[in-house]
């Protein structure tokens, strides 16, 4: 299993990033993904996941109404539509996969600033 993101990088407050998850070595389309983060000094949080029937998807309360996570099935990855950020959002962001055990990918570091 192998999961590898991109797309961090920085931007003002304000702005907006996308980021992308590529995975490998699994059936992507038969399991649920996640984009958690963590800032600096802070424990790891969920931001976003997207189950795999039906593309349900769920939020952390502060993110609602400025993040939306997708998937392509097609092309095996994971996306993270990040608009409105503020310098709170600052961290770097990880995919996450459960199959059988924890996955991680290797992040991406998020700076919003000015």
Same mark, same amino acid.
């Given at each position: ?18 980021? %992308?998850?590529?995975? #490998?070595?699994?059936?992507? #389309? #038969? ?11 802070? &424990?790891? &949080? ?12 769920? /939020?952390?309360? %502060? ?6 996570? #997708? ?16 310098? &709170?959002?600052?961290?770097? /962001? ?5 199959? &059988? ?14």
């Amino acid at each position: 299993v192998q999961l590898v993101e991109s797309g961090g990088g920085l931007v003002q407050p304000g702005g907006s990033l996308r980021l %992308s998850c590529a995975a #490998s070595g699994f059936t992507f #389309s #038969s399991y649920a993904m996640s984009w958690y983060r963590q800032a600096p000094g802070k &424990e790891r &949080e969920l931001v976003a996941r997207i189950m795999r029937v039906g593309g349900r998807t769920n /939020y952390a309360d %502060s993110v609602k109404g400025r993040f939306t996570i #997708s998937r392509d099935n097609a092309k095996n990855t994971v996306y993270l539509q990040m608009n409105s950020l503020k310098p &709170e959002d600052t961290a770097v /962001y990880y995919c996450q996969a459960w199959i &059988e055990k924890d996955y991680w990918g290797q992040g991406t570091q998020v700076t919003v600033s000015s």
